[in-house]
């Protein structure tokens, strides 16, 4: 039984690993996502995926970033400096 000073559960969590940098704009010719570079159908899954599947995708996504086109604006940097820090 947990006593009002019992705060460890609150600060223990089991999240998924993602890639998500919280920039979701689906690129249009190659259906990925902009931020994270997964596909919809990969983002829609991706909480059912096994560690082992999310780790074959994670390990994928630094490939597919010439997928994506260039778009005018100031996304691409937004998306660059996500991607940095």
């Known amino acids: 039984m947990s006593g009002p000073d019992d705060t460890d559960g609150i600060w223990s969590r089991n999240e998924i690993e993602s890639p998500c940098i919280k920039i979701c ?8 996502c902009t931020g994270c570079l997964r596909s919809i159908d990969e983002i829609g899954s991706w909480s ?3 560690p ?16 994506i086109t ?6 691409a940097a ?6 940095i820090t």
């Open 48 to 50: 059912q995926m096994t």
């Open 78 to 83: 937004r998306i660059s400096k996500a991607r």
């Open 25 to 32: 704009v689906i690129h249009r010719e190659s259906r990925l």
């Open 70 to 75: 260039k778009r005018r604006g100031g996304r």
């Open 52 to 67: 082992e599947a999310r780790h074959q995708i994670m390990t994928d996504l630094p490939s597919r970033a010439g997928k």
